[in-house]
């Protein structure tokens, strides 16, 4: 009978096992996966395990075979090509690096790109001025409620850094430093873009004149308002009702999610979306490219500012049909 899924830690665990006699070098080579990546590859690891015991199949020593097939029943069930591709990843994790350099798999995954070509999840972004006109209609921030002060602070936080979200419920009050002109938060913690060698991000706020609008400002008042409440919680962001524990990036979404609609963003963009539309509208204003990387947490040599998040704002869909008659 074949064993259930045994979770994405227990898998890969098994795949080391199965190659590595060292007990004290198995459990740093498992170290090397994240969580992160683990959450990521467990709906593949799951699909996977459950393919592989259909058809008796060894899921740590598949043939090329056997990997197209499932690759194709997945396919077939209407799975995306990044979905595809991370599967890829997944299983290479647990078999060797074998499928990501096969020919074969290859010509496939070309394949899954002409039958059911990628796009990018938007074509266009939102203006930001949206949501600052609409925080902006707000009552003054020494007066905002927990509730309301939090959602603006995270929005805040996201549109003048362009950093994701899971970087903000890592921020801790002890890495933030105060200047004349500008605060600056560090983040020691490992995120999804941390590399040996590579920077941790530091977030730099710069008093803006607009006190409405301005990310520093409303961070002071934060956590001024928050210090009789937050006990031993030394994370920044804290929950809204009792107990006020640190809240996770799921709550800063919802959030966030909360002040895009309410500035009247059309629902399908995501709160990630608030990093295509702060990207791409500091470029508009005149922001160097290097300028841009470097706040967001890209590398310089990156392309994925503009593969990815470089959009124009969403614009008035007849608006090319009416010029064209008017200019007849």
């Not at 740590?60 to 077939?76: G, N």
């Not at 902006?136 to 309301?148: A, G, K, N, V, Y």
């Given at each position: 009978?074949?064993?259930p899924?045994p979770?994405s830690?227990?898998?890969?665990?098994?795949a080391?096992?199965r190659t590595?006699?060292?007990t004290?070098a198995?459990s740093?080579l498992?170290?090397?996966?994240?969580?992160s990546t683990?959450?990521?590859?467990?709906s593949?690891f799951?699909?996977?395990w459950?393919?592989c015991a259909?058809?008796?199949?060894?899921p740590?020593?598949p043939?090329?075979?056997?990997f197209?097939?499932?690759?194709?029943?997945e396919f077939?069930?209407?799975v995306a090509?990044?979905?595809l591709?991370?599967?890829?990843?997944?299983?290479s994790?647990?078999?060797?690096?074998k499928?990501?350099?096969?020919?074969?798999?290859?010509r496939?995954?070309r394949g899954?790109s002409?039958?059911?070509?990628?796009?990018?999840?938007y074509?266009?972004?939102w203006d930001?001025?949206?949501?600052?006109n609409f925080?902006?209609?707000?009552?003054h921030?020494?007066?905002?409620?927990l509730?309301?002060?939090?959602?603006?602070?995270?929005?805040?936080?996201?549109?003048?850094?362009?950093h994701r979200?899971?970087?903000?419920?890592?921020?801790?009050?002890?890495?933030i430093?105060f200047?004349?002109?500008?605060?600056?938060?560090?983040?020691?913690?490992?995120?999804?873009t941390?590399?040996?060698?590579?920077?941790?991000?530091?977030l730099?706020l710069?008093f803006f004149?607009?006190?409405?609008v301005?990310a520093a400002?409303?961070l002071q008042?934060?956590v001024?308002?928050?210090?009789?409440?937050?006990?031993s919680a030394?994370?920044?962001?804290i929950?809204?009702?009792k107990?006020?524990h640190p809240v996770s990036?799921?709550?800063l979404s919802?959030?966030?999610?909360?002040?895009?609609?309410?500035?009247?963003?059309n629902?399908r963009?995501?709160?990630h979306?608030?990093?295509?539309a702060?990207t791409?509208?500091?470029q508009?204003?005149g922001a160097s490219?290097?300028?841009?990387?470097?706040?967001?947490?890209?590398t310089?040599s990156?392309?994925v500012f503009?593969?990815f998040?470089q959009r124009?704002?969403m614009?008035d869909p007849l608006?090319?049909?009416?010029?064209?008659?008017?200019?007849?």
């Amino acid at each position: 009978m074949a064993q259930p899924f045994p979770g994405s830690r227990e898998v890969v665990r098994q795949a080391i096992a199965r190659t590595c006699s060292s007990t004290s070098a198995a459990s740093i080579l498992l170290a090397a996966t994240r969580e992160s990546t683990l959450k990521t590859y467990s709906s593949s690891f799951r699909a996977w395990w459950g393919f592989c015991a259909k058809e008796a199949i060894d899921p740590f020593a598949p043939t090329t075979d056997q990997f197209l097939d499932f690759l194709a029943a997945e396919f077939q069930r209407g799975v995306a090509y990044s979905t595809l591709n991370c599967t890829r990843s997944a299983i290479s994790l647990i078999t060797g690096s074998k499928f990501l350099e096969c020919k074969q798999v290859s010509r496939f995954f070309r394949g899954v790109s002409n039958l059911r070509p990628a796009a990018p999840k938007y074509n266009s972004t939102w203006d930001p001025q949206l949501v600052l006109n609409f925080l902006r209609t707000q009552p003054h921030t020494d007066t905002l409620s927990l509730e309301d002060l939090s959602k603006k602070l995270i929005t805040l936080l996201a549109l003048t850094t362009g950093h994701r979200l899971q970087t903000f419920s890592l921020i801790r009050l002890q890495n933030i430093f105060f200047a004349e002109d500008h605060l600056s938060i560090s983040i020691p913690d490992r995120i999804k873009t941390s590399r040996h060698g590579r920077a941790q991000p530091l977030l730099i706020l710069p008093f803006f004149p607009d006190q409405a609008v301005c990310a520093a400002r409303t961070l002071q008042r934060y956590v001024k308002l928050t210090e009789p409440i937050r006990g031993s919680a030394d994370r920044l962001f804290i929950a809204i009702n009792k107990p006020h524990h640190p809240v996770s990036t799921q709550t800063l979404s919802r959030w966030v999610r909360s002040i895009l609609l309410d500035s009247g963003i059309n629902e399908r963009f995501t709160p990630h979306s608030t990093r295509h539309a702060s990207t791409s509208a500091a470029q508009r204003g005149g922001a160097s490219a290097n300028a841009i990387l470097q706040a967001a947490g890209w590398t310089p040599s990156s392309c994925v500012f503009a593969d990815f998040y470089q959009r124009p704002v969403m614009g008035d869909p007849l608006e090319f049909a009416h010029a064209a008659l008017r200019g007849g």
